[in-house]
């Protein structure tokens, strides 16, 4: 069977995306520790999605980026809550992304995820972007998967393509997606907080909630609020 590589930090995105490859490849899961409040529980949820579906899963240490970053989501800095009007607010949205942003974060992952994939004779790289965070992560957009993309084709000796099946959907669209495929989404963690409930008012969980709340699916994982 062929092989891919997912950038699996246990949260939503990935784990469909992921989810939607499972057939087709044997998948060898990542997990990146960069000193985030969450990792525990991002490590707890990708060990349990990795055993229900049967990937391999590793982890790797980053310290050096969490001694760099200023990001609130490795910092004492404090995470925003934000509100359903915000959501859909692109200055408010966009100031949240500023707070949660780590350096160079995705170009980092990506780049370690494709050594693995040369060494291990894989042939994709599955990642979790998508539309409605591509909006303000600039390394979740379309034009940053064609461009890296493109750097591969130049950069590596192997036949070795990002694949983000979500790139265009927004939340409600992928969670749609997410049963499907049967990507089991309860099992998944999207919190920027790292508590044992997800915080309910980060805007990773508000994302997520609204998303459940609009098609009238409960989601089966737990918030504070």
Not at 85 to 111: C, G, H, I, M, Y
Not at 128 to 135: K, L
Not at 136 to 157: A, H, Q
């Amino acid at each position: 069977m062929k092989k891919a590589i997912s950038v699996l930090s246990g949260g939503l995105d990935c784990t469909v995306a992921t989810s939607i490859f499972s057939k087709d490849y044997e998948i060898h899961a990542i997990t990146f520790d960069y000193g985030q409040k969450a990792f525990k529980r991002e490590l707890r949820a990708s060990k349990e999605i990795c055993n229900k579906m049967g990937w391999t899963h590793d982890v790797i240490e980053l310290p050096w980026l969490a001694q760099i970053s200023n990001s609130s989501l490795n910092t004492d800095e404090e995470i925003p809550e934000l509100s359903d009007e915000d959501l859909d607010d692109l200055d408010k949205s966009q100031e949240s992304a500023s707070s949660v942003w780590v350096p160079a974060r995705n170009t980092v992952f990506t780049s370690i995820s494709l050594s693995y994939a040369e060494s291990l004779d894989a042939e994709a790289i599955i990642v979790g972007w998508n539309g409605e965070e591509g909006a303000t992560f600039p390394d979740n957009s379309k034009e940053y998967m064609e461009k890296f993309n493109e750097l591969i084709e130049v950069g590596s000796p192997e036949k070795i393509k990002i694949e983000a099946p979500l790139i265009d959907l927004n939340k409600e669209e992928i969670v749609k997606m997410g049963f499907e495929f049967g990507a089991p989404m309860e099992l998944s963690y999207s919190c920027y907080k790292g508590e044992q409930k997800q915080c309910g008012v980060c805007e990773s969980c508000m994302r997520r909630k609204r998303a459940f709340e609009n098609l009238g699916i409960k989601d089966e994982s737990e918030y504070e609020i």
